[in-house]
């Protein structure tokens, strides 16, 4: 009878630690979909301000010619873009995407003002950077 109270004992502990397994997977994946929920706000943010300057959507790109998510700064000639980036990247807003501001995120620009925005972000108990990426046409 001792032998069967250890073996039910043990299956209920490997039970437990399943559960607590799933439940750490279950944060880590919320945690995911929250960044990739915050950087589908930023690309439209940024798209809508496009959308009301129109007539001006090639000042807004961004590390056009670099590549997207590799370390790097964010320096923009267009100071919407450069207000957007500091929200984008802003320690103390809750909104924000961690670790944005190290690396390089892209507005590409190109014929027929198709925009594909491109945003980045590395959480610390991440190893690689998560990418989240836009691609719209804006008509004048």
């Not at 490997?14 to 880590?28: E, K, M, P, S, Y």
């Not at 010619?65 to 929200?87: F, H, K, Q, R, Y």
Request: proline share 4%.
């Amino acid at each position: 009878m001792l032998v069967e109270a250890l073996v039910a004992i043990a299956i209920f502990s490997f039970a437990v630690l399943g559960i607590v397994g799933l439940q750490a997977t279950a944060i880590r994946t919320v945690r995911d979909a929250d960044y990739r929920a915050k950087a589908s706000f930023f690309a439209n943010q940024i798209v809508g301000r496009m959308w009301v300057d129109r007539f001006n959507v090639p000042t807004y790109a961004l590390n056009a010619a670099a590549i997207a998510c590799e370390e790097g700064d964010n320096t923009a000639a267009n100071p919407l873009v450069t207000s957007w980036i500091s929200g984008l990247s802003d320690a103390t807003n809750q909104g924000a995407l961690p670790g944005a501001a190290g690396l390089q995120q892209q507005i590409v620009v190109g014929p027929n003002n198709v925009v594909t925005v491109t945003l980045c972000w590395k959480s610390p108990q991440d190893d690689a950077a998560h990418n989240f990426t836009l691609t719209t046409q804006i008509q004048g």
